[in-house]
């Protein structure tokens, strides 16, 4: 059974730094890429990064270019998000994503992040 469990979300002051994880299970983590989600109160989930299988390449959310990285580590099965210079619009729950399981399209449970003074 796909599980993906997110963690590191909480409240941080704007410019503040978190690290969210994303610990998958129940499928071959390393075969397949990820991407990590967000969805803030009264707007659509959006894409905010995804990373290759390996980890050798990634793209980002143009809102997030620069303050974030994604990255994974294929022996722990653990997706990443380092989330630096945080501002209030950053605020959302955030969620990782694969493709595997029913319709190949599996969510965490998500984390919420807070940016606020």
């Known amino acids: 059974q796909v599980q993906l469990v997110e963690s590191g979300g909480g409240l941080v002051q704007p410019g503040g730094s978190l690290r969210l994880s994303c610990a998958a299970s129940g499928f071959t983590f390393r075969n397949y890429p990820m991407r990590w989600y967000r969805q803030a109160p009264g707007k659509e989930r959006e894409l905010v990064a995804q990373?290759?299988?390996?980890?050798?390449?990634?793209n980002y959310a143009d809102s997030v270019k620069g303050r974030f990285t994604i990255s994974r580590d294929n022996v722990k099965n653990t997706m990443y998000l380092q989330m630096n210079s945080l501002k209030p619009e950053d605020t959302a729950v955030y969620y990782c994503?694969?493709?595997?399981?029913?319709?190949?399209?599996?969510w965490g449970q998500g984390t919420q992040v807070t940016v606020s003074s």
């Open positions: 990373i290759t299988s390996g980890g050798g390449s990634t």
């Open positions: 994503n694969a493709p595997v399981g029913l319709a190949f399209n599996s």
